[in-house]
């Protein structure tokens, strides 16, 4: 998806007409020219720096110039003008504006080539968990600066970083593209974010413009440019865009399905002919859901589970093969699946006694099942899950499937069946074992081979923006024809999220691949 | 041609639409909604500056603002957003950035009305007194930036002044507006210009973008934006685009003539239908020419001239009317045109010793004629006019006829008389007597009734820039319909130039109001 067209990317070889007597045209228009003929456009845009020392500079290059360039939705742009031997490389980097954890990934704008990728935690999470505390905090007295501050200053570092390893430096780097959700989007560019939160929910922007990096602290190349993904609205996020246009869901045939389960569950249906989204935070059930789950993956965490039917003997994996130490949202779905598969959970959800036997204790009043025992913990404490944590599991798995049925046969007119993709972005979608997700009634009993990891959408699609000129254009098409479905927590809503929290469902038919009693 | 059609200026109120549940757009978009609307536009950029802060702001006004804009070519421009009770005054500067002189206006934008104006020397003169030497200059090292510095903080000091005077501060300025030849306007933005003085004669940019006041260095309100006019080429700058719409040329009914008698002699012939443009300093008799010939307007110095054409007494008048200390342009003129029409100077423009008598000494070798004698002078020295500086006087004025008829002529098919107005205009324009001016042959023999002083019409234009939004558009519609005539010194031209040398002109009939033997 993400393969450069040689010569058709961000940067060109341009030659500018020679300047005779009898023809008046400035330098920089003939350098205007040349760019439309090359880029085939009628608008290009030269910003005033570029301009300052140009008639040397090409003067000095006997007319010939490689250009680095960006495309937005008012123009191409200049981005900066470069020696015909400049034996530097021109790099891009694409950043993943997670709540909790961004990803920035380093790309050779010439060839498309990724060179390398870097992680960090959102620094933000000093100031609050969620958004929802970052916002608040926000609409404090130099709260929005800090917030815009904190995670700037986390990506330059990391940038730099970055840059070093692959033997370069940020003046390498040209263009910085960006995804997240809205109230990320908002923090980075240090722009108000707390009516995203107070009804009627109103995010202050959501195509933000093209801007120089340095006017948001960036420190990359002084000519630099960063884009962020547009936002559809304050629940959904240019972090689900970036995942269409990574998903090449606006080009499909047939209708597919792409479900962001990462703070909110961002889902979108359809095909090159219609696209129809939907974001889940709108429904109280899935207020702070998934996040609330379980803790981020680290060494230790244990992030697959398993229980023998037969036996009810428990055995689980941790990453990195450590003794255990908590548990992250996909080993809770995998531990919730298996419960439920060996009777030690009913279709109500509630643990059962005579199942759990000597698994089930008391946390204060609250039965809680003892998933480590102490001796086996890397805390020396047991890990436990609790009813409550169980329910609130229960209630997030519900509201996934209600919202996928709302949108997809409410909204789409659609059965789940007609989906020839059900594409699971994000970084936790991409741990969910979708047997386990089926076995508890979080995704719809569809064959397995309809189900597509696609990792980092959000990020696959911030890199998209800085190899493909075509990328932006698509965007924007697709937010001008996207429906967005505000969801409508009504009676039906409410019934059918009834239904969903049983295990798997209510209406067993609909999963009739689930082997249970 | 400067008033303001009440809210129909830079500053407008507007009201944005509530926002409401169920419709997701962001307030930057309810804001862009309403500008449209008020501005009957499809055009409209908002800067992020205005975005950050946008939700409170919005919200704190009862989403009434006050809303500060500007026009350029690529759409209107969102400059500042005020409280609807904002009680500052909205200001604007209009710069006529001159080679010699600046003049600066300061305009409330709401009103039309001009609050004060105040000029300085072009602080750049302490690097050279003419746009060769400073471009010379600007090709140094550090040069460039040193020559802006020194223009850019001369105005920066004396806006300063300008609007304390007025009870305001730098902050009370939104817009800048400026006009100057197409070297002082590159200077101005420290774009290099010195190709703009070599074969072929390439200016680094004819179309400069509206740019942020800070970017370089202009002390206004740190929102603030600066506009200067685009030039027609090397030798046809923003100067002249001003004052051709300060003067409504490409309005009228009937042909009509500007000249700008500056640095070099610009003009441009035309009505609403046609317009052709020249400019002198491509006749190398021009070169240097009019700005050579006297000292600046000051106290003392010359400004007009009378020698009784019996007694040949000579009388002076001087500006403040203090002791002469020497004369300005417009003072030579008058001198020249009295020595001729008192048989002094002979039609070839020579003195004549016989008439001249004891006002006629020698300096080195060259007769010098004796304007004031030293017991009269400021100075103790006596004011002179040598012959090397009447010959001087003789080419330029010549110059200044031959490509008046080149221009009127040649080129356009018309005669002098089918002018229905002769605009003069630049502050040296503004004190030339069209009568002596007539007298030496330097202006046609047309009625003096068709003769108008335009006054500083550079700074008429760029002051329409900040009061009337269409002023952009006619600008750049008299740039795409305008014919450019690179003056052609051939020897048709030198012919031509031969003739004018004489006083008023070889061919008599054509003045046949001067009233000589």
Redesign the interface.
């Known amino acids: 998806m993400n393969r450069l067209n040689p010569g058709r990317g961000f940067v060109r070889e341009i030659e500018i007409e020679k300047?005779?007597?009898?023809?008046?045209?400035?330098?920089?228009?003939r350098l205007e020219m040349a760019l439309k003929k090359e880029l085939e456009t009628d608008q290009v845009y030269i910003?005033?720096?570029q301009?300052?020392?140009?008639?040397?500079r090409i003067?000095q290059w006997g007319l010939c110039t490689r250009v680095v360039l960006f495309k937005d939705r008012?123009s191409w742009r200049l981005v900066d003008l470069l020696a015909p031997d400049h034996d530097r490389p021109v790099l891009g980097a694409a950043v993943d504006i997670g709540t909790t954890r961004i990803v920035i990934r380093l790309i050779n704008l010439e060839t498309g080539q990724a060179l390398g990728e870097t992680g960090l935690d959102n620094p933000q999470a000093a100031i609050g968990p969620d958004v929802l505390a970052r916002i608040h905090y926000s609409n404090e007295p130099g709260g929005?600066k800090e917030l815009q501050n904190l995670v700037i200053q986390g990506v330059n570092h990391h940038l730099a970083l970055l840059a070093s390893e692959n033997g370069c430096t940020t003046e390498d780097i040209y263009l910085v593209t960006g995804a997240g959700n809205t109230a990320m989007t908002h923090l980075f560019?240090?722009?108000?974010a707390?009516?995203i939160i107070k009804?009627?929910?109103?995010?202050?922007?959501?195509?933000?413009?093209t801007?120089d990096a340095g006017?948001i602290g960036l420190n990359i190349r002084s000519c630099g440019l960063v884009f962020l993904f547009p936002?559809?609205?304050?629940y959904?996020g240019g972090d689900l865009l970036a995942g269409i246009i990574y998903s090449d869901l606006d080009k499909k045939e047939n209708p597919c399905l792409v479900v962001d389960v990462g703070t909110n569950a961002e889902i979108v249906v359809g095909s090159k002919d219609w696209l129809i989204a939907c974001a889940g935070a709108a429904g109280p059930a899935l207020e702070g859901g998934m996040s609330k789950m379980g803790m981020t993956a680290g060494p230790g965490v244990i992030d697959s589970v398993s229980i023998d039917p037969g036996t009810k003997a428990v055995s689980v994996h941790t990453i990195g093969e450590k003794p255990p130490v908590g548990i992250c949202g996909s080993g809770m779905i995998d531990l919730a699946a298996a419960l439920f598969l060996s009777g030690m959970v009913d279709i109500r959800g509630k643990f059962v006694p005579e199942v759990c036997c000597d698994r089930l204790m008391d946390q204060g009043d609250i039965p809680a099942f003892v998933l480590v025992r102490p001796e086996e913990s890397g805390t020396g404490e047991p890990i436990c899950l609790t009813q409550v944590d169980l329910n609130s599991l229960t209630s997030s798995k519900a509201a996934m499937y209600t919202i996928l049925e709302v949108i997809v046969k409410n909204t789409s007119g659609l059965e789940f069946e007609d989906l020839e993709k059900f594409y699971v972005a994000g970084t936790f979608g991409s741990f969910i074992n979708p047997e386990s997700a089926i076995a508890i009634g979080m995704l719809p009993d569809l064959n397995r081979s309809v189900f597509e990891v696609l990792g980092n959408s959000s990020l696959g699609g911030a890199a998209m923006m800085l190899t493909d000129p075509g990328a932006f254009d698509r965007v924007m098409a697709i937010r001008e024809t996207i429906t967005?479905i505000?969801l409508n927590v009504n009676q039906e809503f409410m019934n059918m999220f009834s239904g969903a929290k049983f295990y798997p469902h209510t209406d067993r038919a609909r999963f009739p691949s689930v082997p249970y009693q």
């Open positions: 300047p005779v007597l009898g023809n008046n045209l400035a330098d920089s228009q910003p005033w720096s301009l300052t020392s140009l008639p040397s003067r008012r929005l560019l240090g722009i108000e707390f009516e009804e009627p929910y109103i995010p202050c922007v959501n195509i933000p413009d801007m006017d936002n559809i609205g304050s959904f967005y505000e």
